[in-house]
């Protein structure tokens, strides 16, 4: 009878039994009568031990040659282990190569640099701390969508080719839609949600933004995915609300199910077990304090950048959020303070160990009057918002929402330094390959 084919994830459960791995060779050592071999399934990592005595000459002379990465299916009995990778060993009987591998570019001990990676991203996913990001951030997402799934969102997908600006418009990248169209990939799907919560009450959107951002920081991608919920008659505080119980979700899920992989990434867990409510809510003018106190040449009115972002945050222990910004420097669409004019309702959350903002949001101007004034203010073309401004011609109400960029989120909880390794296939100024 053929031996079951398994994975690696579920070893546990064949102790004692014959079973097959498919997969590919992570390392290998060898030694005398040896070889150790670690195979690697994308479930896992699990070492395979052969023994001169147990296999044939030529497998033995096989497995001495095996390159990294060589596709392999081995069969052999599972062994449970403390000391072994994974917790348990495979005493092997058969290895069979699927393919060879020899001149491999990524090399296990290698100083390869980031330009060399990134050149070869589609191979440097298989390595360790790249398997360990990605896992991190497929549990950041299964945990964002259980988080609203519970609180009973409703996820409406956003259109990705738009006719107009969200963001500004000078971020936004054209593209030719037939005769004489021009359109524009999506900078945020919010105004679409904004009309979806209004049919559904609280929505939200997770979809891959664009915006033309001729940044070369560790924070800014071209491409780059956001969720964002909208929740119909919220207000500021409701958006921090929910902001707060996101964040601490979010990190207490990869704490709870995550364990291996921070442990790849060495992460200092005690930095993620901090991440717990209330966070600080600091107005903008507090914000500016702080800068001021910091010995900071600041003045009032101004957008912080990412070195305020930094003293700002290293006040604190966990994320911050940044309230009442002045209105000039933030979108369109924001409501004005009722009791300030100059100040819009909205919030940036700003992570700590100099992450820099995760989320932007706020309530939305729900006047119509005022939305026309700040369309025109601000230079958009109003026919191509008609049907945004339809939301506060019929059944307005006040609302509001947030965007939370995934790479920012998934870099500061895997501790890594920049977000282009926080996705897949990274793009950025200038970088589109592979
Ligand atoms: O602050 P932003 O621009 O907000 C919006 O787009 C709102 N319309 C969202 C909403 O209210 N529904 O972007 C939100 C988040 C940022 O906090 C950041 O995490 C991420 O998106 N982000 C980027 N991430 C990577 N690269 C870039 N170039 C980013 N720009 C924004
Ligand atoms: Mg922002």
Known sequence: MATPV????????????????????????????????????????????VFKKNVSEEMFELCDKLPQEASVIVTGTVKADERAPGGYELGLSEVELVQGAEGYPIALQSGHGPDFLLTHRHLWLRSKRQLAIMRIRHEVIQAIHDFYYEREFIHVDAPIFTPAACEGTTTLFEVDYFEDEKAYLTQSGQLYMEAACMAHGKVYCFGPTFRAEKSKTRRHLTEFWMVEPEVAYADLDDVMQLAEDFVCHIVKRVLERRQAELADLERDLSKLEAIVPPFPRVSYDEAVEILKKAGRDFEWGGDFGAPDETIISEAYDRPVMIHRYPAAVKAFYMKADPEDAKKALCVDVIAPEGVGEIIGGGQRADDLAYLEGKIEEHGLPKESFEWFLDIRRWGSVPHGGFGLGIERTVAWICGIEHVREAIPFPRMLYRIYP
């Open 6 to 49: 398994v994975t690696i994830s579920k070893l546990g459960d064949h102790v004692g039994s014959d079973v097959t791995l498919r997969g590919w060779l992570y390392n290998r050592r060898s030694k005398g009568k040896l070889h150790f071999l670690i195979i690697r399934d994308g479930t896992g990592m699990a070492q395979g031990v």
